[in-house]
Nanobody, 121 residues
Framework: HVQLVESGGGSVQAGGSLRLSCVRS????????MGWFRQAPGKEREGVAR????????YYTDSVKGRFTISQDNAKNTLYLQMNSLKPEDTAMYYC???????????????WGQGTQVTVS
């Protein structure tokens, strides 16, 4: 049974920080890309950050470079997204996902969490 469970969302003021966590189980993560996506109301889902589960350089979308950091603790089967210097435009539902391609295209991600809301005011 594949499961991704996010946590850590909340409401913060602009300039604040949050750390999202995604606990994974039942996923062959050693051969998958792990990513964070977000979706704001009325907008398409967009990739924010991704990393190969076996390590390597992470990828970030331009709007979060220098502010967000993706990391993972494979011993804990957990993916993280540290978000600093948050802006109102970062407000969205954030999703953890696992896929088999190095891409921002959501359709190539087979497994998704339920999402965690981030609101920046």
């Amino acid at each position: 049974h594949v499961q991704l469970v996010e946590s850590g969302g909340g409401s913060v003021q602009a300039g604040g920080s949050l750390r999202l966590s995604c606990v994974r189980s039942g996923v062959e993560y050693s051969t998958m890309y792990m990513g964070w996506f977000r979706q704001a109301p009325g907008k398409e889902r967009e990739g924010v950050a991704r990393i190969w589960s076996s390590g390597g350089s992470p990828y970030y979308t331009d709007s979060v470079k220098g502010r967000f950091t993706i990391s993972q603790d494979n011993a804990k089967n957990t993916l993280y997204l540290q978000m600093n210097s948050l802006k109102p435009e970062d407000t969205a539902m954030y999703y953890c996902a696992a896929g088999t391609r190095c891409t921002w295209e959501p359709r190539w991600y087979n497994y998704w969490g339920q999402g965690t809301q981030v609101t920046v005011s």
